[in-house]
C-alpha cells in the first residue's frame, strides 16, 4: 500500500509541477521584456509589444509577468508539499491561475494580437488547474517521496531563475550601436539616430530632438546613418548631402540645414545651394557626391540598420535604448536625462 502510494503521490507532483514550470519560464521571460528597454526574448514590434502597451499589461501598475512569477512560483511551492492543506491551496491557486489564463487568452482573441510567450503561461494555468483538481480527487492524500520532492523546488528555482539571468545580461544593442557607444569618451553619451532626410516623420522628429541635443552638446554624441528610402524620391540626393557635408567637416550644420529645408528644395542641384550656404567648398562638394564611395558608405549605413533589426523610420538609439517612430520632445527628453544619468558627470 504505501508503494502505491509513494507511486500516486509521485505520479501527482510531477504532473502539477510540469505546467508550473512551463509557466514560469514563459513569464521569467515576459517579464525581462516587460522590465529592459528593448526586449530580449519577443519580437519587436510583434503580437508580445502590442500586448505590453495595453491597460491589460500593467493591472494595478504592476506588470502581469510579474504577477504570473509570484502566481506560479506560489503554486509550483504547493505542488510540492505533501499535505491536505498544500493541496487545497494548489486547488485554489490553481483554480485563480486556470481562470486568469482563459480571461488573457479572450484578451488577445479580442484585441488580435497574440503573444506566443503569453499564451504559453495563460495554457500553463489552465492546465495547472486541471492537474490540481485532478491530483485532489484521485490522489487523495497519497505523498511523494521527499527527494522527489525536492527536486520538484529544484526544478523552481532553476526555472525561475535562468531564463531571468539569461535575460537580464543578454545585449540587446545592435553592433553598430555598440561601436559607437565604445568610441564615445567616459560622461558622455552616444546618440545614434537612422534618418531619411524626406522622411517626414525623421523631420518632424529632428525637430523636437535637435534643441535637446544643443542643450548638452558637451555631453551628446550625435551619429547618423543614411537609410533613404526609395520611396521618397529626393531622399538618396540628400543622404549623399549629408555623407559629404560629414567628410567636409560640417556634417551638423548640412544636416539642419537639410532637415530645414523644403522637401523640394532636396534635389541635387537643391543640395549643391544648401552645401553652398552652410560654407563647403562646392569643387570638393561635387566631387564628393560623385565619388561612389560616398554611395557605398549609404549602403553601409543600410546594411547595419537592417542588420540592426530596423524596421522603420526614424530609429533612434539614446545609449542603449531604442526609439521607433514619430516621437514627442518629452519622451526624447526623458531617455536623453536617463542615459546622461548612467554615465555620470
Known sequence: MRSESSIGGAVGL??????????????????VDY??????????GGGCEALRHTAFATPLGVPLPILGL???????????????????????LGAAAGLAGLVLVAVQVHLQHWCPYCLVADGSGVASAIVASGRLW??????????????????LAVALLVPLLVGFHASTVPAVVRDEMARTPKGRITIVDFV???????????AELEPLVEAHEDRIRLVRRQVPLHIHPHAADAARAACCGERLGRGD????????????????????????????????????????????????????????????LPTIWVGDRQLVGLQPRDVLQKAIDTALARAGS
Open 138 to 155: 484521485l490522489a487523495g492524500t497519497a505523498r511523494a517521496p521527499r527527494l522527489l520532492s525536492y527536486a520538484g523546488a529544484g526544478s
Open 70 to 92: 509570484v502566481g506560479f512560483l506560489a503554486l509550483g511551492v504547493a505542488s510540492v508539499v505533501s499535505s491536505a492543506r498544500a493541496r487545497l491551496v494548489q486547488l485554489a
Open 253 to 312: 550644420a548640412m544636416a539642419h540645414a537639410l532637415f530645414s529645408a523644403p522637401i523640394d528644395d532636396l534635389t541635387r542641384q537643391g543640395c549643391e545651394k544648401i552645401a553652398q550656404s552652410v560654407g563647403l567648398p562646392l569643387d570638393a562638394y561635387r566631387a564628393c557626391v560623385a565619388d561612389p564611395a560616398t554611395d557605398a558608405l549609404i549602403e553601409a549605413d543600410r546594411a547595419e540598420f537592417h542588420a540592426a533589426g530596423g524596421f522603420a
Open 196 to 206: 531619411d532626410f524626406e522622411c517626414p516623420f525623421c523631420r518632424m522628429t529632428n
Open 35 to 44: 522590465l529592459r528597454p528593448m526586449p530580449v526574448f519577443c519580437t519587436e
Open 14 to 31: 510531477v504532473a502539477s509541477v510540469v505546467p508550473v514550470l512551463t509557466g514560469l519560464v514563459a513569464s521569467a521571460m515576459l517579464a
